[in-house]
Nanobody, 127 residues
């Protein structure tokens, strides 16, 4: 079965950095676009970033553009999210997700677009 396992979350001070990883198994990783989402307490799950199958195209939420970088290593079946200049409002559970529909289109920010999800990793930014 498909498994997505996130790691790298934790507690960091505002202005600091974290690198999240998501290891995938049970699917043809290089045939799936990958996304990162986050969910803060009491809020809806929101799009953070997406990367195309070969990594040529990336997309970001306006709130993280210039601070976060998504990347992937298809040889390791892993997608990463490098988070710099962290702010308290970045505090959330972060999830990776896989989308077999490789064309981004207009709905790539929508969680139902993604077929597979990890369990999430907590990121807490203290001010």
């Amino acid at each position: 079965q498909v498994q997505l396992v996130e790691s790298g979350g934790g507690l960091v001070q505002a202005g600091g950095s974290l690198r999240l990883s998501c290891a995938a198994s049970g699917l043809t990783f290089s045939s799936h676009a990958m996304g990162w989402f986050r969910q803060a307490p009491g809020k809806d799950r929101e799009f953070v970033a997406r990367i195309s199958t070969m990594g040529a195209r990336t997309y970001y939420a306006d709130s993280v553009k210039g601070r976060f970088t998504i990347s992937r290593d298809n040889a390791k079946n892993t997608v990463y999210l490098q988070m710099n200049s962290l702010k308290s409002e970045d505090t959330a559970v972060y999830y990776c997700a896989a989308d077999p529909r490789t064309a981004a289109g207009s709905t790539y920010r929508d969680p139902p677009r993604y077929d597979y999800w990890g369990q999430g990793t907590q990121v807490t930014v203290s001010s």
